[in-house]
Structure formats: structure tokens, C-alpha cells
T-cell receptor, first 114, second 112 residues
Framework: SQTIHQWPATLVQPVGSPLSLECTVEGTSNPNLYWYRQAAGRGLQLLFYSVGIGQISSEVPQNLSASRPQDRQFILSSKKLLLSDSGFYLC?????????????FGPGTRLTVL | DAKTTQPTSMDCAEGRAANLPCNHS???????VYWYRQIHSQGPQYIIHGLKNNETNEMASLIITEDRKSSTLILPHATLRDTAVYYCIVRPAGGGADGLTFGKGTHLIIQP
């Protein structure tokens, strides 16, 4: 069966510090991968998605970036965090050739920027 | 993707059926209705999806009206663990690699 992992689970970082969040998927090949953010009291916002290694599509211009160095690894980064980057970050995967758009989400990383 | 409208919040007694409505009056013929839920501090969880026929799985039932302009998610015997935000999403089959658009959903509170 497929599983998705995210780490760390929680993170407290000072403003201006770098960020690296990691997501890995097991039990599948060639998945579509996604990063979403949920700010406090807000809905889920799609940040990035990827259909393959090295292929990244950005939905929202901001100081975050994403990379996909391996088929089942998706990384979210920032060089300098802002207070507004605080939130709940969720990684998700979807079968590449799936007919139905069922996405499977990870447990999330709660980021607090102070 | 067609727009959806859901009530902001609903209460339901434990053990009773929870019926969550969703309006999608601009749905197209090739668009499916998907339901996800998000329990507090967890990632969203897929529940069920359907095109025009009623669907049932181990988690819930989905009733879609004949004109497909609205649907109802039914949790037959709600438990306290069903307290969550429920999202109704409409997308065409194979709608592409881009992400899902989550609205504000319905906050379902199961009362003991």
C-alpha cells in the first residue's frame, strides 16, 4: 500500500531563517506531487505541483520554492522566512495516470515563524 | 471547475445520520463530485466521489440529484470522530495535474 511521509511534524523558525520541508511517498511510481498551505483559520492554498522529476509548477508567487530531486521526493524551501509563512504545510500525491482526481495527503508540518 | 456552495457549519447528534448538502448548479456533464474531510490538525482525507449515480462505500453515501445541481453526503451513524470540515469539490474526470480547489467547506460538529 502507498504511504506518504512528511517531516518535521512541527517547526519553529525565526524570521529570515531558511526552510526545508521534506515529503516522500512509498509504494507508487511516477506520482503527481503537491504542496499546499493552510494559514490559521483559512482554507487550503495550492503552492506547487510536480508531474515528474525536476518539473515544478508554481501556483502562487512568493518567497517559497519547491524541488523534486527524486521520483517520490518533494521538497519545499525558502531562503528567508517571513512571518506570513507560518501555517500548516501539507504534501499530497495523486496517481499520474489516474482517471479520478483522488489526492492523498500527508500528516502535515506545522510551521511557526517568530 | 464548477463552483460549489456549502453551509458554513452543521451540528448532528452522535449515532444519527449526518446529511451534508452541496450545491453545484453550474456543474458540467463530465464533472465529478468529490468529497474530502479534514479532521483538526490533520491532512484532508478522501471520502467518496460520483458522477450521477448514488455511490456508497465504507465511509459514506453520496446522493446526487437527477439534474446533478446538488448532492448530499450522508454519514449513516455519526460518531464523535466524524467531527471535521467537509469539502465538496467538482472536477472533470482526469481533470489534469493541477491541484484541488478547496472552498471553506462545512464544519460538522457531532454532539454527544
Amino acid at each position: 500500500s502507498q504511504t506518504i511521509h512528511q517531516w518535521p511534524a512541527t517547526l519553529v523558525q525565526p524570521v529570515g531563517s531558511p526552510l526545508s520541508l521534506e515529503c516522500t511517498v512509498e509504494g507508487t511510481s511516477n506520482p503527481n506531487l503537491y504542496w499546499y498551505r493552510q494559514a490559521a483559520g483559512r482554507g487550503l492554498q495550492l503552492l506547487f505541483y510536480s508531474v515528474g522529476i525536476g518539473q515544478i509548477s508554481s501556483e502562487v508567487p512568493q518567497n517559497l520554492s519547491a524541488s523534486r530531486p527524486q521520483d517520490r521526493q518533494f521538497i519545499l524551501s525558502s531562503k528567508k522566512l517571513l512571518l506570513s509563512d507560518s501555517g500548516f504545510y501539507l504534501c499530497a500525491w495523486m496517481p499520474l495516470a489516474g482517471l479520478f482526481d483522488t489526492q492523498y495527503f500527508g500528516p502535515g508540518t506545522r510551521l511557526t515563524v517568530l | 471547475d464548477a463552483k460549489t456552495t456549502q453551509p458554513t457549519s452543521m451540528d448532528c447528534a452522535e449515532g444519527r445520520a449526518a446529511n451534508l448538502p452541496c450545491n453545484h448548479s453550474t456543474i458540467s456533464g463530465n464533472e465529478y463530485v468529490y468529497w474530502y474531510r479534514q479532521i483538526h490538525s490533520q491532512g484532508p482525507q478522501y471520502i467518496i466521489h460520483g458522477l450521477k449515480n448514488n455511490e456508497t462505500n465504507e465511509m459514506a453515501s453520496l446522493i446526487i440529484t437527477e439534474d446533478r445541481k446538488s448532492s448530499t453526503l450522508i454519514l449513516p451513524h455519526a460518531t464523535l470522530r466524524d467531527t471535521a470540515v467537509y469539502y465538496c469539490i467538482v472536477r472533470p474526470a482526469g481533470g489534469g495535474a493541477d491541484g484541488l480547489t478547496f472552498g471553506k467547506g462545512t464544519h460538522l460538529i457531532i454532539q454527544p
